[in-house]
T-cell receptor, first 113, second 111 residues
């Protein structure tokens, strides 16, 4: 079956530091890949997505590239802010009729001023 | 802005009570999902629906039930709540390219 493995947290960074959260996946076929963010007390919201190999998703300074050869979708940001503190989930969608998503376990990011 | 709504946001009830968590979306999405999120933040799929009158159990066994009588409405019911049901429940619908739109969640506490 499908699976997503993401970097264990928690991750603590100082403001303006570089962020990488690793994500690798196992899937049959050609899934779409996503990063979601969850702020305290809220549901998840889509941060960025990529639907095919070599696509780069980007939003709010975050980027991730769909690497089929390494089955990876690492999240990066050049300069984090305190407001980026949240839980980040890597996920894939299998594009079958059920369209079920598979999520990683989440990585908690804390950014200190 | 996602147009998916969950009520109540917070609920504290006693053991044995029946509860229904409401979820509604105005995007016309066919596929909808319920996830249970534990304190460790992992998401567990407990129910999903392909469309009206279609419901399936998810990967995590749950004593809850769901119904899908209308496209926009996907309520979750617990006939007799127990402390082990204490959790956060997240409802989501699926967009055309596979992205999920989540509600803000319903945090249930059973005493």
């Amino acid at each position: 079956g499908n699976s997503v493995t993401q970097m264990e947290g928690p991750v603590t960074l100082s403001e303006e530091a570089f962020l990488t959260i690793n994500c690798t996946y196992t899937a049959t076929g050609y899934p779409s890949l996503f990063w979601y963010v969850q702020y305290p007390g809220e549901g998840l919201q889509l941060l960025l997505k990529a639907t095919k190999a070599d696509d780069k998703g980007s939003n709010k300074g975050f980027e991730a590239t769909y690497r089929k050869e390494t089955t990876s979708f690492h999240l990066e940001k050049g300069s984090v802010q305190v407001s980026d503190s949240a839980v980040y989930f890597c996920a894939l969608s299998d594009n079958t009729n059920a369209g079920k998503s598979t999520f990683g376990d989440g990585t908690t990011l804390t950014v200190k001023p | 802005e996602a147009d998916i709504y969950q009520t109540p946001r917070y609920l504290v009830i006693g053991t044995g009570k029946k509860i229904t968590l409401e979820c509604s979306q105005t995007m016309g999405h066919d596929k909808m999902y319920w996830y249970q999120q534990d304190p460790g933040m992992e998401l567990h799929l407990i129910h999903y629906s392909y469309g009206v009158n279609s419901t399936e159990k998810g990967d995590l066994s749950s004593e809850s039930t769901v119904s899908r009588i209308r496209t926009e409405h996907f309520p979750l019911t617990l006939e007799s709540a127990r402390p082990s049901h204490t959790s956060q429940y997240l409802c989501a619908s699926r967009g055309n390219t596979g992205e999920l739109f989540f509600g803000e969640g319903s945090r249930l506490t059973v005493l």
